[in-house]
Nanobody
Framework: QVQLVESGGGSVQSGGSLRLSCVAS??????MAWFRQAPGKEREGVAG???????SYADSVKGRFTISQDNAKNTLFLQMNSLKPEDTAMYYC??????????????????????WGKGTLVTISS
């Protein structure tokens, strides 16, 4: 059983930056990714790091967010720059799945991923 614990959320002004972390207890496989859910909206994929080393991003965050993973593969990071009010959401880390890439899982909002964290809240003020 893998447990995922997110941290790094907070409140910043538009244009600011935050760095999210997700620490996994146990071996992770397949895809390790970030998702977010804003109030009243459905969950959406943000960025993912595949077991094959590939990265995937939602169009809305390309060029602003960078996903990375430590060499031990037990910590996932999301560097978020040029933040906008529309980035406000609860951010969740998820891992697992049968594929070793994340693009598919981002498109289907994480269906098929095996493990989920409890989330960290990001609030961006204008």
């Amino acid at each position: 059983q893998v447990q995922l614990v997110e941290s790094g959320g907070g409140s910043v002004q538009s244009g600011g930056s935050l760095r999210l972390s997700c620490v996994a207890s146990g071996y992770t496989y397949g895809c390790m990714a970030w998702f977010r859910q804003a109030p009243g909206k459905e969950r959406e994929g943000v960025a993912g790091f595949g077991e094959d080393g590939s990265t995937s991003y939602a169009d809305s965050v390309k060029g602003r967010f960078t996903i990375s993973q430590d060499n031990a593969k037990n910590t996932l990071f999301l560097q978020m720059n040029s933040l906008k009010p529309e980035d406000t959401a609860m951010y969740y880390c998820a891992a697992g799945g049968e594929l070793n890439t994340c693009g598919y899982y981002l498109r289907v909002s994480g269906d098929g991923l095996d493990y989920w964290g409890k989330g960290t809240l990001v609030t961006i003020s204008s």
